[in-house]
């Protein structure tokens, strides 16, 4: 598989083509930025930390069922996946409140809801990815109605299983993003990363912050964090 030109470059990862038109290959960069990129730094070994996490989870969900962009993993920072056209649009699943359902609703975090909460964000850095609901998802042409439908079942099973996988290395899946992508052939499937940057994970026992909050707040050992949900998850 050979790398050609940069596609794209986000905060975090950049794609690039290959020689295979189906193929991109993604590169996990150690960059970090918060609160729309107001907040900005380097954390060194990033990248090959959430490139080993994010296979291993996306390896995981895809022997359990679901369909992702996911091929293989290259070396310690590169990803080979199917090319998809990503839907401008983040959801996020909230299983305990915090971060910003809890400060917008004044609500403390770690609240335990009644049921599971799935946002809906338009993926548009200008506008702050606004929280939108389904029909403004219809509205803007992000997806079709049944589109979404598809989306949204595939989340709450993505949601279970995920959920039961970090129970076992006693983490708490507090909340996720999640983003899709239609293939060439017209298929949905999961796309992007599921890493700690993506995602807060708490310890079961000590509630410890084992995600990006420890970069957001200052918190200090974030790179250990990182690591301790690579050693849980590959013990
Ligand atoms: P919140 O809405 O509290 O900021 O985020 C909820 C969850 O989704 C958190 O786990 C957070 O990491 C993830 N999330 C939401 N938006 C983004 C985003 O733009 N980038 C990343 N990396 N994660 C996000």
Redesign the pocket.
């Known amino acids: 598989m050979e790398k050609r030109e940069l596609l794209y470059e986000g905060k975090a990862k950049q794609v690039f083509l290959t020689d295979d038109p189906e193929l991109i290959i993604i590169h996990y960069k150690d960059d970090a930025s918060a609160y729309n990129n107001v907040k900005k730094a380097t954390i060194e070994g990033k990248g090959q930390l959430n490139n080993q996490i994010s296979a291993i989870i996306f390896k995981y969900l895809m022997e359990h069922g679901i369909p992702t962009h996911f091929v293989e993993q290259l070396n310690d920072r590169d990803q080979l996946c199917r090319r998809v056209k990503i839907f401008p649009m ?1 959801v ?1 699943v909230r299983n305990i409140i ?4 809890a400060k917008r609703l004044d609500i403390p975090e770690g609240t335990q809801p009644a049921n599971t909460i799935i ?1 809906l ?1 338009y993926k548009k850095d200008e506008l702050g ?1 606004p929280l939108i609901n389904n029909d403004h998802v219809v509205a803007l042409g992000i997806a079709s109605y049944e589109e979404l439908d598809e989306i949204l079942d595939m989340t709450r099973r993505i949601n279970v299983l995920l959920t039961d996988l970090f129970k076992v290395l006693g983490i708490k899946l507090v ?3 999640l983003e899709f992508g239609r293939t060439s052939d017209g298929k949905i499937v999961l796309a992007d990363e599921i890493s700690p ?4 994970l708490w310890d079961a026992e000590t509630n410890e912050k084992l ?2 909050d420890r970069f957001r707040r200052d918190l200090g050992k974030v790179h250990e964090a990182y690591e301790e949900i690579l050693r849980r998850l590959t013990k």
Do not use: L
Request: net charge negative; proline share 0%.
């Open positions: 983040e996020i915090a971060g910003s359902m946002d964000c990815d909340d996720f993003k940057d993506t995602s807060r995600d990006k």
